[in-house]
């Protein structure tokens, strides 16, 4: 079969650069199917924790814009506590530079990229890919869905079940030169007061990030609460530079992520967790891990890309549904956990060796030593009143 690349991917985002940069050091050929123009702006607050550092083989620090290393909590805009940590915690960043940036480093890597080009169909035989754009059409050996929230591939090849859908919305605004000084190093939260979400500051070089994200069937409190939000933070707002909202895919389940010749990584695999929204790390992570396994398949070491799902039920899974346990519990005992957090070194520096990478959300039920075999019923419980919660919350709407 004539080819254009070993591998098409489709969307230019974290996961399909990072599978394109590592494909092409494996010395694999790559296209890259971009609809947008770079840079591009992405609704996203672009926060890294500092786990993300160790999947990039190459310094990001010429697209980070803030250190954070401290946390202003709130719960319902009241009850302020700031709590600090020697060691970095997250990174903030723009995703229109941060996205740039990786498309760069898989250019310098050998791939290909062609942007304004909108996959519009896909399809595959015994023979390899077979994809249409508006502009083209383009053949390879395979093909990495990696098109975000939205991926016409996952959709195409059924791999978009079970997905729980959240909603984010984000504002970047302008404050005054006094604040962006003040709190370039502080992430703001606020917790507990709408239930399965929360409201998150994040400090960038020239402004900040003020978002909201929650449950999808909770989008249209959201605007009130985002509302409440910006009077109550304490952050006056010169401009708001945009205002927009996105959906979060959540994966709370294990799944098929493969079909045939065809993967699916980050947002169009559902890989945003349900605690955080955090997914710029999963997709990076599956991006890495669908380069592993389509290397392995070609190179002959394996039959078929079965390995990719059974990587991704394995090493991104159990985060994901953790964070669905922790995210009812918390749902459940808000203010506890605001205290807990407040009052406890112990769960402050848990929290912060989590952000870190040096734990995860599967050592959590650890903690509850010779208890945690009473962890998954409680967590089921407080998925109930979780649940509950929520359509108390919408019925007064
Ligand atoms: C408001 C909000 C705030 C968030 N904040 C954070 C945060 O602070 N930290 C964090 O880790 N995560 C955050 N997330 C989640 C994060 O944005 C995503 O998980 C992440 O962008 C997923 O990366 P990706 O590469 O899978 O997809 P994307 O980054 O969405 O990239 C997909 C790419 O595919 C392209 N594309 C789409 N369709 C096609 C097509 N048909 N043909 C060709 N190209 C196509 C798109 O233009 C895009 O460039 C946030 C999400 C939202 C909505």
Redesign the pocket.
């Known amino acids: 079969m004539d080819r254009d690349a070993d591998v098409i991917i489709?969307?230019?985002?974290?996961?399909?650069t990072m599978a394109a940069y590592h494909l092409q050091k494996s010395g694999f050929s790559t296209l890259i199917?971009?609809?947008?123009t770079f840079p591009?702006y992405?609704?996203?607050?672009?926060?890294?924790?500092h786990k993300i550092l160790s999947l990039f083989p190459f310094d990001i620090n010429p697209v980070i814009h803030t250190t954070v290393h401290s946390f202003r909590f709130s719960s319902g805009f009241a009850d302020v506590f700031t709590r600090s940590s020697e060691l970095p915690l997250m990174y903030c960043t723009m995703?229109d530079e941060l996205?740039a940036y990786l498309l760069d480093k898989a250019l310098e890597a050998g791939a290909r990229v062609m942007t304004s080009?909108?996959?519009?169909s896909v399809e595959q035989d015994s023979d390899g890919i077979h994809v249409r754009?508006g502009k083209g059409e383009y053949r390879a050996l395979y093909l990495i869905g990696?098109?975000?929230?939205?991926?016409?591939v996952a959709r195409t090849f059924g791999l978009n079940k079970h997905i729980e859908w959240g909603m984010?919305?984000?504002a970047e605004v302008r404050s005054t030169t006094e604040m962006i000084d003040r709190y370039k190093d502080t992430v703001f939260l606020d917790w507990g007061s709408f239930p399965g979400g929360y409201a998150w500051i994040?400090p960038k070089k020239d402004h900040f990030s003020i978002?909201i994200?929650g449950p999808a069937h909770m989008a249209r409190r959201m605007p009130g609460y985002y509302a409440d939000f910006i009077a109550g933070c304490g952050i006056p707002v010169v401009e708001t530079i945009s205002n927009r909202?996105?959906?979060?895919p959540v994966r709370t389940r294990a799944a098929t992520f493969h079909s045939g010749r065809v993967l699916v990584?980050?947002?169009?695999a559902g890989?945003?967790d349900a605690l955080t929204?955090?997914?710029?790390?999963?997709?990076v992570k599956s991006?890495i891990i669908a380069s592993d396994v389509l290397k392995d398949r070609m190179e002959g070491k394996i039959s078929d890309l079965a390995a990719f799902s059974l990587r991704i039920n394995a090493e991104i899974i159990p985060e994901m549904m953790e964070a669905v346990n922790i995210s009812a519990l918390f749902n459940t005992l808000p203010l506890k956990i605001h205290h807990w957090v407040r009052n406890s070194d112990r769960v402050w520096k848990a929290f912060g060796k989590v952000l870190r990478g040096e734990r995860s959300f599967a050592d959590v039920p650890l903690a509850f030593g010779k208890w945690r075999f009473l962890w998954k019923p409680v967590c089921l419980l407080a998925s109930v009143i979780s649940k509950q919660k929520e359509k108390q919350f919408m019925r007064h709407a």
């Open positions: 489709s969307g230019a985002g974290p996961a399909g199917l971009e609809k947008s591009r992405k609704v996203c607050g672009a926060g890294l924790t995703r996205d080009e909108k996959v519009s754009t990696a098109d975000g929230a939205s991926s016409l984010a919305w984000e994040f978002g994200g909202s996105h959906p979060l990584t980050g947002d169009a890989l945003t929204g955090e997914g710029i790390y999963w997709a991006g």
